[in-house]
């Protein structure tokens, strides 16, 4: 089974900022099958990014994903007020899990 | 506009049984596939189960194999968890979800319900 591995478990960042989080798979995730989720409290996850980099409609251009293999990295360019969240990546390849999490909270 | 409404969570007693329904509007739910994702309190997402379009295939995930079982009724456009033997660790969020195409794997979740709770305790 495909471990995912997020780091950092925190990242503290100004609004403007750029933030990179990090997902790590312990083998291959074949065909870029991995998404990012976006996670505000009280709320259901939202589906950012599919196929390692396609964003799904409406997700504005600011957050973009990139990687493969087992190195996948979810970029948000300038941090808006509204992005200070918990991001999960997700594997859907086989045996589909997510990562742990990623906070990005108000520095 | 999609929905997908969860419904049936409760406080149950550990060893006890639950079903969770979700109700789900605003796409054709016979064509795609569906999903349980649960979250306890302050943790991360567990992907726990998965049900093709037609209900021909199912997954589990290992924590709940053998004590869950899922199913959905196209004709009511509705999915269910039957949980079983329930524990303290089941204690969670319990959110439905669907993914754009008929089979379980490969697929990313693109809509989701708001959650329902599931307290375990006696």
């Known amino acids: 089974e495909i471990v995912l591995t997020q780091s950092p478990g925190t990242l503290s960042l100004s609004p403007g900022e750029r933030a990179t989080l990090s997902c790590r798979a312990s083998?291959?995730?074949?065909?870029?099958?991995l998404a990012w989720y976006q996670q505000k409290p009280g709320q259901a996850p939202r589906l950012l990014i599919y196929?390692?980099?396609t964003r799904t409609t409406g997700i504005p251009d600011r957050f973009s994903g990139s990687g493969s293999g087992t190195d996948f990295t979810l970029t948000i360019s300038r941090l808006e007020p509204e992005d200070f969240a918990v991001y999960y990546c997700q594997q859907y390849d086989s045996s589909p899990l997510f990562g742990g999490g990623t906070t990005v909270e108000i520095k | 506009e999609v929905q997908l409404v969860e419904s049936g969570g409760g406080l149950v007693q550990p060893g006890g049984s639950l079903r969770l329904s979700c109700t789900a509007s605003?796409?054709?739910?016979?064509?795609?596939?569906m999903y349980w994702v649960r979250q306890a309190p302050g943790k991360g997402l567990e992907f726990l189960s998965g049900i093709s379009n037609n209900g021909g295939s199912t997954y589990y995930a290992n924590s709940v194999k053998g004590r869950f079982t899922i199913s959905r009724d196209n004709s009511k456009n509705m999915m269910y968890l039957q949980m079983g033997s329930l524990r303290a660790e089941d204690m969670a969020v319990y959110y439905c979800a669907s993914a754009p195409r008929g089979e379980i794997i490969p697929a990313a979740l693109d809509f989701w319900g708001q959650g329902t709770l599931v307290t375990v305790s006696s």
């Open positions: 605003g796409f054709t739910f016979s064509s795609y596939a």
């Open positions: 083998q291959t995730v074949r065909n870029n099958h």
């Open positions: 196929g390692a980099f």
